[in-house]
């Protein structure tokens, strides 16, 4: 069992950046693939960004490549998510979630383990 819980959401201006933080507790953390989502209403919910158990694999969907970075600090049991250069259509719910695989898995149903989401706004 893992439990997940996000901060740093919050309103920014465009253009500005955000730092989204994930801390997990239970299970050892980095025995998890763990990823990064988004989701507006009425929207699937979006991979933006997954990492490896072992970190040396990423993935960033291109709505967030060059913008984004997807880190964990094992020791802390925290992942991250730095983005930058946002835009008012990343205004959404952002998720961390863990999936207890070896490598980068890319469906919400392959995800074991949910936080309970942050809100980012962009403002124009």
């Known amino acids: 069992q893992v439990q997940l819980v996000e901060s740093g959401g919050g309103l920014v201006q465009a253009g500005g950046s955000l730092r989204l933080s994930c801390a997990a507790s239970g299970r050892t953390f980095n025995r998890y693939t763990m990823a990064w989502f988004r989701q507006t209403p009425g929207k699937e919910r979006e991979l933006l960004a997954a990492i490896s158990r072992s970190g040396d694999s990423t993935y960033y969907a291109d709505s967030v490549k060059g913008r984004g970075t997807i880190s964990k600090d094992n020791a802390k049991n925290t992942l991250y998510l730095q983005m930058n250069s946002l835009k008012p259509e990343d205004t959404a719910v952002y998720y961390c979630?863990?999936?207890?695989?070896?490598?980068?898995?890319?469906?919400?149903?392959?995800?074991?383990?949910w936080g309970q989401g942050t809100q980012v706004t962009v403002s124009s």
């Open positions: 979630a863990a999936a207890a695989t070896f490598g980068v898995v890319f469906g919400p149903q392959e995800y074991d383990y």
